[in-house]
């Protein structure tokens, strides 16, 4: 049998048969073909250790029992070897260095010099891991000079990236960029020898990381680059180096504020890391995910994804630095939803970790998240004493990211000790920094502070151009972001805007502050009908093809547990069929089951935005200018009245925009007047509801009526009569709510004599900026002749329940000059076939508004839920 014959035959039989078969074999090989068969199976142990670490397992104790049978050193000192290594891939460290401390040994019994400085390579990856950086480090400097000495430059080059790899953890950035270049240089050595611009391409990408952690990101995206075309030109046997690069890529996106690009790249390489079973990888990158997730605001995903790999990282033995970065990003979530103390604990575990380990950078990271923790809870002194701790190291390390956030803290720290002088200098440094290494979230961040300490010492016009800055920053960002995630980025965002609006008007420049009104609750929505933003898949994209198959799976079963979760309200009105339904699975595990599948829902819609969007949100694409809000109001018709309504603090603003230009209205200490009032008149609508099947309801009816005639006397005297005399001059009145105003009907305001909607034709735009979008819209559907009578109506009565729905239908359709589909006739699938090409569409029916959950509201259609 030759080598490649008894090699096929161990691969097909198990480790005891395997034993037995080299028993009987290797006695009757020659020495050359003894040779031969010991190099292939440690070059195929070598190849499986990602793909199959317990065949390269057995494959190494082969080895073993070739040295015993043959009592040569070096083939048992290889197999010990073999052994160690894949240990380590197993992520059995402990276990590992036995043996490859053994078959050191025994390598220098035989006097091989360079075999035992090719078992410190494996040696200097577990010490690492096992935070023994000192034996790491001394190994390898040894190895080194042994590899050198016998002219093996591959070998030399592998260990100086150990060692930088291990200076780079323990935060000496400086000399691991000196031992990147050496080993890079050391490979550029070798020729044109096989696979060697492999080793290049990944020491670029380590030394990349480290150009990264010091805040040099354009740097570090180059070599990301580079190394990322070398991989992919070795085609799918490089792909998990590819998928590796570009998580690193994402990583330095994440740190500048495109969080969509980040989340793109994130996602893709999860998956694949997920595909290979690479489960360690695959919770890393779920790691980096927290960090866009906190940053936009979304601190239940964060929370729940940290706890998963918090939950994970603690059942694998040797990751305690993973196990401490998951800590530390569930920290920033939870910190994000209130909970100081909970967060507080974490982070303690989080340094104690990293503090056993030596792993300096990590446990400055630690710190600062636990001074902006204490900073968020009142606790000046603590937050002070930590942040000049972590501004010292981060300094020290030249990671200039972390120092320039470190720093905008303590400018926070010091305005709130009221040493503006100290704030003004530490800030003024955060934002040199942000603007030199293009950390958008951060920059605008300073810019607002900036601003604020300017207004304070009098400086207007200074306070001016720095809010302005700000905003301008938050649109930079947020134009990079898909729509989703811009609106939970703006969540945090209304300060600053409140700011720059405000002091536009103590200015006199109503213009600019009804500019910054429409920016900071418009935008999303804006930039949407703008660009009438599509997901689309790409041709041959299989992986978004599957996304869609699972969302239309995902979508049926959520509006399944729907019906059953909000039906149960009306159990009374239901079918026998609907009844059982309810008790098979009750509401309250129903209610589960349907924010389980709204929240992977969300997730999914996601990622089909992030693939669609592709380079679009590689590159700002900022469409707002503020002519969008200037030139509005001159093209106004002369009876037309724009009311655009804003809350900040107690004061409500009435912005009116007229043919005459636009003027501004305060009612100082409006806002808990508005929560009181609307609050009465939702429990007046409630209470109608109520006694709308009962015997007496036209007595209950009569009641409630005249209550509610006095409170939207009193919503109409303080949302309207403020500006009574534009009301009396004009026909048409367009309303732009803001936040609880979009839920009031202000047609239904009664004036004390009558309704608005019975003097004035009454209109609502989400947002002033759109009334350009509407109009070009009527225009273009003017210009290609479509009639009013194709107007789509629709009415629903659901059985009675909504008895007026199909009047109302009936009524507008005569207005249009169109038919109606009442009904079983008014379907979801007519709405999509019909609605389209219809100038209005115009549906009676129930709907349901999810506050909770606003993607998942929807409007009731005989055939399905409509969302």
Known sequence: ??????????????????????????PVLSDDALERLVYLIKKEADRCWNHDAPLSFVLSGHLLVIGNLTHNKYYHALGLMARGDVLRRMDRDQEALPFLDAAGEEFLAIGDEVSWARTRIGRVSACLRLNRTTEALRDAAAAREIFIRYGNRRRAGQIDVNAAVINYELGQFDQALRLFDRAIETYLQCGESEGVDLYIARARGNKALTLAAQGKFREAVALHEQARTTFAAHGEKQEISVAREELNIADIYAAQGHYSQALLLYNQSRDLFRKQAMHIDAAVVAQQMCLCLVRLNRAREANELAAETVQFFRTVPGQR????????????????????????????????????????????????????????????????????????????????????????????????????????????????IAQGQDLLDLKYLCDDLLGQLAE????????????????????????????????????????????????????????????????????????????????????????GEAILEDLARLREEQAWFSSIVYETENEADLSDTAIMRI??????????????????????????????????????????????????????????????????????????????????????????????????WRANLDLAAQVAGGADRGQDFAGLQENSLGLLQRLYDLLLRPVSNLLDVCQHLI?????????????????????????????????????????????????????????????LSDGGRLAFAVQEAEAVARQLGTSCALDEAATASLLWNNGARSPIVHIAAHGLFRLDAPNFSHIKLADRQLS
């Open 321 to 432: 630095h993973y196990l401490a970065r998951s800590l530390m990003h569930q920290a920033a979530a939870t910190t994000l939803e209130g909970d100081f103390g909970k967060a507080d604990e974490m982070l303690q575990e989080a340094s104690n970790l990293l503090a056993e380990g030596g792993l300096v950078r990590l446990a400055a990271l630690a710190r600062l998240r636990r001074a902006e923790l204490y900073f968020a809870d009142g606790q000046l002194m603590e937050s002070a004493r930590e942040a000049q701790h972590v501004a010292d190291v981060f300094a020290e390390q030249e990671d200039l990211p972390h120092l320039a956030r470190t720093m905008l803290l303590q400018a926070h720290i010091a305005d709130a000790t009221n040493d503006l002088s100290t704030a003004q200098e530490l800030c003024d440094q955060a934002l040199d």
């Open 735 to 795: 309303v732009v709510p803001y936040g609880m105003l979009h839920y009031l009907p202000f047609h239904c305001l009664f004036d004390g004599v009558q309704y608005v909607v019975e003097r004035l034709q009454v209109s609502y735009l989400p947002s002033a900026a759109l009334l350009e979008v509407c109009q070009q819209r009527g225009q273009r559907i003017r210009g290609k002749g479509v009639r009013l009578n194709d107007s789509l109506v629709l009415g």
């Open 583 to 680: 008790r098979a699975v009750g509401p309250q595990q129903a209610r589960k089951e349907m924010q389980k599948r709204e929240r992977h829902i969300e997730q999914l819609l996601e990622q089909m935005q992030l693939r669609s969007a592709g380079d679009l949100v590689a590159r700002p694409r900022s469409h707002w200018t503020n002519s969008i809000v200037t030139s509005l109001w001159p093209k106004l018709e002369r009876d037309v009245l724009i009311l655009e309504y804003y809350l900040a603090d107690q004061d409500l603003y009435i912005f009116s925009l007229t043919r005459g230009g636009i003027d501004v209205h305060v009612v100082q200490g409006a806002q808990p007047k508005l929560e009181r009032l609307m609050s009465f």
């Open 456 to 543: 304070r010492r009098g400086d207007l016009k200074a306070a001016s151009s720095y809010y302005d800055s700000a905003v301008q920053g938050i649109d930079e960002v947020q134009s990079r972001l898909v729509l989703d995630e811009r609106t939970s980025f703006l969540e945090d965002k209304g300060g600053i805007y409140q700011r720059a609006m405000t002091l536009a008007l103590k200015r006199g420049n109503k213009d600019q502050a009804l500019i910054y009104v429409e920016k900071a609750k418009s935008r999303v929505l804006g930039d949407y009908l703008r660009n009438n933003i599509d997901i689309r898949l790409r041709a041959g994209d299989k992986a």
């Open 1 to 26: 049998m030759t080598p490649q014959d008894l090699l096929a035959a161990l691969l097909r039989t198990g480790e005891e048969q395997g034993r037995q078969l080299l028993q009987v074999h290797i």
